[in-house]
């Protein structure tokens, strides 16, 4: 979870969040340095007094300074690709829920698992405990084993809404209609807080999504005691 003055990513708490980051810090690299290089060359040009007064086709240069900057973004594009098929791949899913977008809560559904389903609320401000979080806090978490890999499949009941968690790398859109799917891996045991992260109405701040990720042990306990 995010927590005060945090400007960068979250801490990852799946690989594909560890490869998203590690991504994320091989283009910043880049970045920097076409950055310094070209705030070098331009600083060079305001502070000398070269003139070519027959300055008319240079090739050679030309050449040079186009191709460079094919082969640096070359660099940032086949990572991406890798990263994008990645992210893509569902990875024989041991567990699959359903989440579905409503205006302004979430619902979800065990398909799988004696047809559990629930729907998950934000805790309103003057009803949280003084451990919860303001906004963040729902009714019902999501209960999910860690080390498994998990499909999640989001649709909608009414606008588009965003399952988000940022820890997990997770992000998908909740559109009426359509059955996305996606998928993650829980490393840790812990809570991981989310939000809906498409502009979906007057509540769209007050949908959040808590997953509490358990021992697999536990989470057959918690299926066979629901
Ligand atoms: Cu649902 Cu924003």
Redesign the pocket.
Same mark, same amino acid.
């Given at each position: 979870m995010a927590t005060w003055s945090n400007f960068n990513l979250q801490n990852s708490n799946s690989p594909l969040m560890e490869q998203i980051i590690f991504f994320h810090d091989h283009t910043l690299i880049i970045l920097i340095m076409i950055t310094i290089l070209v705030g070098y060359l331009m600083l060079s040009l305001f502070f000398n007094k070269f003139i070519n007064r027959f300055l008319l086709e240079e090739q050679m240069i030309e050449l040079i300074w186009t191709i460079l900057p094919a082969i640096t973004l070359i660099f940032i594009a086949l990572p991406s690709l890798r990263l994008l098929y990645l992210l893509d791949d569902i990875n024989n899913p041991l567990i699959t829920i359903k989440s579905i977008?409503h205006?302004?809560y979430w619902s979800y559904e065990y398909s799988d698992l004696k047809n559990i389903s629930f729907d998950s609320y934000m805790i309103p401000s003057n009803e949280l405990n003084l451990n919860n979080f303001r906004l963040l806090e729902v009714d019902n978490r999501i209960i999910l084993p860690i080390k498994t890999q998990i499909r999640i499949m989001i649709t909608s009941s009414d606008?588009i /809404?965003?399952w988000t968690i940022p820890s997990l790398g997770v992000k998908m859109d909740?559109n009426p209609g359509r059955l996305n799917q996606t998928n993650f891996f829980i490393n840790r045991p812990g809570l991981y807080y989310g939000q809906?992260?498409?502009?979906?109405?007057a509540n /769209?701040s007050f949908?959040p999504i808590v997953i509490e990720s358990i021992l697999m042990k536990n989470f057959i306990e918690w299926i066979n005691n629901y």
């Open positions: 977008g205006q302004w606008v /809404h965003s909740a809906c992260s498409e502009i979906c109405g /769209h949908m």
